[in-house]
């Protein structure tokens, strides 16, 4: 059983829409993060949180921002969707201290932009 | 310096067979090395980890063997099955969970 739910699953928009991206996770992790993943490349990290109000970006530029207002949901905003956005992006959650390197990842969200 | 290598892209190999899969990072700061498991439609879940202060962990059929002095890292599944048919994704990280970095992930097929 899922303990980090991610919606939709599948979502195919048309260029210029503004799109949510919900992660909640039901553990009380503090952290979280959003990984985004193209066929045969590695994750990479768009954004991280450690905790309420807290939220920085990772490694790849994203257009994307988030918000962390409730410790169990972080949901990701593209305001003006583009075809370069394809892709699948996963959520994932980890305790604070050791067991920080314990990812947890959501199904992911597969999202289409035409 | 971030990176972290890993070869093969995809791998076929019989049921009953050995699957190998290695990895090889630079940044000699990383002390602490996963495998993630990712199914189709499914998000990665870890499988098996390693710290740097072992050359070996073994858990049932998955075994990580660690070369300190090569900043090297592989996975090996013994006895092989079809249900471990997966991606698989080497990581790498320091400290608790700074700087999580992923493998670009092999394909393995293992034929019944």
């Known amino acids: 059983e899922a303990d980090i739910y991610q919606t939709p699953r599948y979502l195919v928009i048309g260029t210029g829409k503004k799109i949510t991206l919900e992660c909640s996770q039901t553990m009380g992790h503090d952290k979280m993060y959003w990984y985004q993943q193209d066929p045969g490349m590695e994750l990479h990290l768009i954004h991280y949180?450690?905790?309420?109000?807290?939220?920085e970006k990772g490694d790849l530029s994203s257009e994307s921002t988030v918000s962390r207002i409730r410790t169990e949901h972080f949901p990701l905003t593209l305001e003006s969707a583009r075809p370069s956005h394809t892709s699948q992006y996963l959520c994932?959650?980890?305790?604070?201290?050791?067991?920080?390197?314990?990812?947890?990842f959501g199904a992911g969200s597969r999202l289409t932009v035409l | 310096q971030q990176q972290v290598k890993q070869s093969p892209q995809s791998l076929i190999v019989q049921k009953g067979g050995i699957s190998i899969i290695n990895c090889a990072y630079e940044?000699?700061?990383?002390?602490?090395f996963p495998w993630y498991q990712q199914f189709p439609g499914k998000g990665p879940a870890l499988l098996i980890a390693?710290?740097?202060?072992?050359s070996e962990k073994k858990e049932g059929r998955f075994t990580i063997s660690f070369n300190k002095s090569a900043k090297q890292f592989s996975l090996h599944i013994m006895d092989s099955q079809p249900g471990d048919s997966a991606t698989y994704f080497c990581a790498a990280s320091r400290g608790y969970g700074q700087n999580f970095v992923f493998g670009p992930g092999t394909r393995l097929s293992v034929l019944p």
């Open positions: 390693i710290r740097p202060d072992v």
């Open positions: 940044n000699t700061a990383f002390d602490y």
């Open positions: 994932a959650s980890s305790e604070s201290g050791p067991g920080a390197n314990v990812l947890t």
């Open positions: 949180s450690y905790g309420v109000n807290s939220t």
